[in-house]
């Protein structure tokens, strides 16, 4: 038995099961609710986002899962051997391994920052002691687009990164 795989197989699947139902529970379950209960559910997604260890652990879950997947990558693909990779199931696996990098690299520069920059934007106007201004409030809404935006892009990656990883076992 390798070790070394057993441990980098046990951080992929975990991070990437919380990564990905992660992702689904946020965008598909409470961002809705969020958006459909107003002023209360800017509210409870401020509080959740201050509040809670979400922000820091998104990237976590994903970068390990990322970085384990490309050295089980590199260790199942005999070192990036060509032959392998044009394989039905290397094709398959570099598709979803492609989509995953994808997705943490879109999480890295699109997700992460604009969610820093509604929190930094939220701190500000509470800071403030009152509501916010016009330039505050459409500056929060273009900022809540955006990141709904970035959520479905990088969950559609994360699921196409799921159907490469699972179906590639059978090819």
């Known amino acids: 038995m390798d070790v070394y795989m057993v441990i980098l197989r046990l951080i992929h699947f975990f991070g990437g099961t919380f990564w990905v139902g992660a992702g689904i529970l946020m965008i598909w379950f409470i961002s809705p609710t969020v958006r459909a209960l107003g002023k209360d559910g800017q509210t409870f997604m401020k509080g959740f986002v201050t509040q809670s260890k979400f922000t820091q652990a998104m990237p976590v879950a994903s970068l390990s899962t990322t970085i384990s997947g490309l050295l089980l990558?590199?260790?199942?693909?005999?070192?990036?051997?060509?032959?392998?990779?044009?394989?039905?199931?290397?094709?398959?696996?570099?598709?979803?391994?492609?989509?995953?990098?994808?997705?943490?690299?879109?999480?890295?520069?699109?997700?992460?920052?604009?969610?820093?920059?509604?929190?930094?934007?939220?701190?500000?106007?509470?800071?403030?002691?009152?509501?916010?201004?016009?330039?505050?409030?459409?500056?929060?809404?273009?900022?809540?687009?955006?990141?709904?935006?970035?959520g479905q892009i990088s969950l559609a990656l994360m699921i196409v990164a799921v159907i490469g990883m699972a179906a590639a076992r059978y090819m």
């Open 73 to 150: 990558y590199y260790s199942v693909s005999d070192h990036f051997n060509s032959d392998w990779i044009t394989s039905a199931g290397g094709v398959v696996l570099t598709v979803g391994s492609v989509a995953g990098v994808l997705a943490t690299v879109h999480g890295i520069t699109d997700t992460g920052p604009t969610t820093s920059r509604l929190a930094a934007l939220g701190k500000q106007i509470d800071a403030q002691g009152g509501p916010p201004s016009e330039s505050q409030l459409a500056e929060l809404r273009t900022l809540q687009a955006k990141n709904a935006r970035a």
